[in-house]
């Protein structure tokens, strides 16, 4: 079987969950390629070492530019902070290689559309991780929303909301720093836009309002630094075809640690779906006996039945955030071998990053903004 040699650019959290994920798509699902761990690269090779060996990567590496170009390469995922990955997306195009990037693209839309400009120059395959299109559930819900089900989509409301930065203690990071790609829009507001498009429909026009409530942070070392992006945001949104809807986020939104969900209704029906109960999608579909007609919860987790049910543990047994990333990257190894699995690429990624651009021009303009197509 053909072997997919990786390199990887990031040590932190999502470069744990990607290289868990490559190592179980390859266990649990029966690929046409075999991910092969390459090279793992930090701002270090001491940073990435012990990243290396717990999940048997076969080198470490400190110089993402070494590393891209190799001919021992096919694939390089950006696990990074986001303010680097538009250079390491345009480096392993150029190079030829294909690319996994992790959400978002790039710090704004113009720096997404120079990632596209090179992906599509070198024709290379790309994914962007929108995992949480990989959710069973909201699997589920797309093809409830896609197959007429719940007949043309009214309204929606989707929110994204957490409270680590609750704690003006929290340290300064560059989560925190407008020009590498911080603030909730992008780190957040990402997914929820992303959902919208792949639920609903491309998002045409946008007004929102935005607010920062901690001013300053001090780093690790205690020196103060002024914060620059939103703390929260919410917008409302008009999608092509005539839907309206809202999306809220906030990382200081106390007593939420990950609350992120949505509820779409459409002339014939509605779909809700919440994080904390990821495997259950709530429908309502009133063409029933109006004795029993009202909401129903699924568990998608059947077996036969179920998106990815199939390769788990049966039903009623529960999967989780990590398997989303194992969904995904699968999908895409799929790709490279020429299979038609659908994932979402670089143009997915620009087309999110110009719809935050819009929320953050309405919001400091306070008016209605039209979306830019790439
Ligand atoms: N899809 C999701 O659900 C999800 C969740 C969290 C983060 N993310 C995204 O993943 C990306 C990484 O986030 P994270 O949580 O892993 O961040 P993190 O801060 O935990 O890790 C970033 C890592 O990159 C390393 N790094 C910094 N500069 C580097 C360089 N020049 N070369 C190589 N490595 C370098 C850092 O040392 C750190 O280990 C971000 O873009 C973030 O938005 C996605």
Same mark, same amino acid.
């Given at each position: 079987?053909?072997a997919v040699r990786i390199a990887m650019v990031g040590t932190g959290r999502m470069a744990r969950a990607h290289s868990q994920a490559y190592l179980t798509a390859a266990r649990f699902f029966d690929l046409p390629v075999r991910p092969h761990l390459k090279v793992v ?7 990435? !070492?012990?990243l290396a060996?717990a999940f048997e990567w076969? !080198? ?14 096919d694939l390089v995922d950006v696990v990074a ?9 345009? +480096?392993?195009? @150029?190079?030829?290689?294909a690319v996994v990037c992790e959400k ?5 839309? +113009?720096? +997404? ?13 790309s994914a962007v991780i929108f995992n949480y299109r990989y959710v069973p559930?909201v699997r ?51 997914h ?9 429909? !491309? ?75 990821m ?28 998106p990815w049910?199939?390769a788990w ?6 999967i989780g955030f990590e398997e989303t990333f194992v969904h995904e990257l699968a999908a895409f190894l799929r790709r490279l071998?020429? @299979?038609?699995d659908?994932v979402p690429?670089? !143009? ?27």
């Amino acid at each position: 079987m053909r072997a997919v040699r990786i390199a990887m650019v990031g040590t932190g959290r999502m470069a744990r969950a990607h290289s868990q994920a490559y190592l179980t798509a390859a266990r649990f699902f029966d690929l046409p390629v075999r991910p092969h761990l390459k090279v793992v690269c930090g701002r270090s090779v001491e940073r990435a !070492e012990p990243l290396a060996q717990a999940f048997e990567w076969e !080198e470490a590496a400190g110089d993402w530019r070494q590393v891209v170009g190799r001919d021992d390469v096919d694939l390089v995922d950006v696990v990074a902070p986001t303010a680097l990955h538009c250079d390491v997306v345009r +480096a392993a195009a @150029e190079a030829g290689k294909a690319v996994v990037c992790e959400k978002p693209l790039a710090v704004d839309g +113009a720096q +997404a559309l120079r990632a596209l400009d090179a992906v599509t120059r070198a024709r290379v395959p790309s994914a962007v991780i929108f995992n949480y299109r990989y959710v069973p559930a909201v699997r589920l819900a797309h093809d409830l929303l896609h197959e007429g089900r719940l007949g043309d989509v009214r309204h929606f409301s989707a929110r994204f909301l957490q409270d680590w930065l609750s704690d003006p203690a929290r340290p300064m990071s560059w989560r925190l720093r407008r020009s590498e790609g911080g603030g909730v829009l992008l780190d957040l507001g990402v997914h929820l836009v992303d959902l919208v498009r792949h639920l609903i429909g !491309e998002i045409d026009a946008v007004a929102a309002s935005s607010r920062g409530f901690v001013s300053q942070r001090e780093d690790p070392t205690g020196v103060v630094h002024g914060v620059d992006v939103e703390d929260a945001a919410a917008a409302l949104l008009e999608v092509g075809g005539g839907a309206t809807g809202t999306l809220q986020v906030s990382r200081l939104a106390a007593g939420n640690r990950c609350a992120s969900g949505f509820e779409i209704t459409g002339s014939r029906g509605a779909v809700r779906w919440d994080f904390q109960s990821m495997n259950d999608l709530d429908v309502y579909l009133p063409d029933e006996s109006p004795l029993l007609e009202g909401w129903r919860r699924v568990s998608v987790t059947r077996p036969g039945a179920h998106p990815w049910a199939q390769a788990w543990w049966g039903g009623g047994h529960p999967i989780g955030f990590e398997e989303t990333f194992v969904h995904e990257l699968a999908a895409f190894l799929r790709r490279l071998a020429g @299979e038609t699995d659908e994932v979402p690429a670089v !143009e997915d990624g620009v087309r999110a990053q110009l719809v935050l651009d819009g929320i953050q021009t309405a919001a400091r303009e306070r008016r209605w903004v039209s979306v830019g197509r790439p």
